[in-house]
T-cell receptor, first 117, second 113 residues
């Protein structure tokens, strides 16, 4: 159990376009989902925390108008990178936190590799 | 100064050797400490989870936390080539154990046959 999927796994886009990444908890309900960004050989950096039905909380330095997060249901959160630029190229990973469990760890998705040309 | 420091490696060991990994941190408010394994182009998977100071063992893995020194360790006994991956330490505050996680940079481990 506790599987988190992401779609797409890899995306290449032109500069200026918008890209949507989906994060789904497949076998549990996630009241909270987290979005991370990871540059090569660097740590995961938390971008935002998303709670179902409410606005996301963004970390300092992360532009909320550029990285739009929607957590419309207990199993789906989306991250939209608007007007993507080459510096947005990175590995984006989501995690989901189960509700109602005594051991409510974060379960991570497999990540989405974004390349902006 | 980063809140969590971790040597990025790479750390190369022969099969069967003990792998020793560690992280140091600066925020004494961290109460929960985790170790994750991440294979290339994959998401992290939880290996060990400990609360406060002490040792925890799970199979070939042993996690140690020394809060007085702000130092945590992960040992992998009888290492296998399949253990080759990046190992990330992570920690969180006492107010919410699985809330915001602060990660180290990750140590790349290579176990050679």
């Amino acid at each position: 159990g506790a599987v988190v999927s992401q779609h797409p796994s890899r995306v290449i886009c032109k500069s200026g376009t918008s890209v949507k990444i989906e994060c789904r908890s497949l076998d549990f309900q996630a009241t909270t989902m987290f979005w991370y960004r990871q540059f090569p050989k660097q740590s995961l950096m938390l971008m935002a925390t998303s709670n179902e039905g409410s606005k996301a909380t963004y970390e300092q330095g992360v532009e909320k108008d550029k990285f739009l997060i929607n957590h419309a249901s207990l199993t789906l959160s989306t991250l939209t990178v608007t007007s993507a630029h080459p510096e947005d190229s990175s590995f984006y990973i989501c995690s989901a936190r189960a509700s109602g469990r005594s051991y409510n760890e974060q379960f991570f998705g497999p990540g989405t590799r974004l390349t902006v040309l | 100064q980063k809140e969590v420091e971790q040597d990025p490696g790479p750390l190369s060991v022969p099969e069967g050797a003990i792998v020793s990994l560690n992280c140091t941190y600066s925020n004494s408010a961290f109460q929960y400490f985790m170790w994750y394994r991440q294979y290339s182009r994959k998401g992290p998977e939880l290996l060990m989870y400990t609360y406060s100071s002490g040792n925890k063992e799970d199979g070939r893995f042993t996690a140690q936390v020394d809060k007085s020194s702000k130092y945590i360790s992960l040992f992998i006994r009888d290492s296998q080539p399949s253990d080759s991956a990046t190992y990330l330490c992570a920690m969180s505050l006492g107010t919410d154990s699985w809330g915001k996680l602060q990660f180290g940079a990750g140590t790349q481990v290579v176990v050679t046959p």
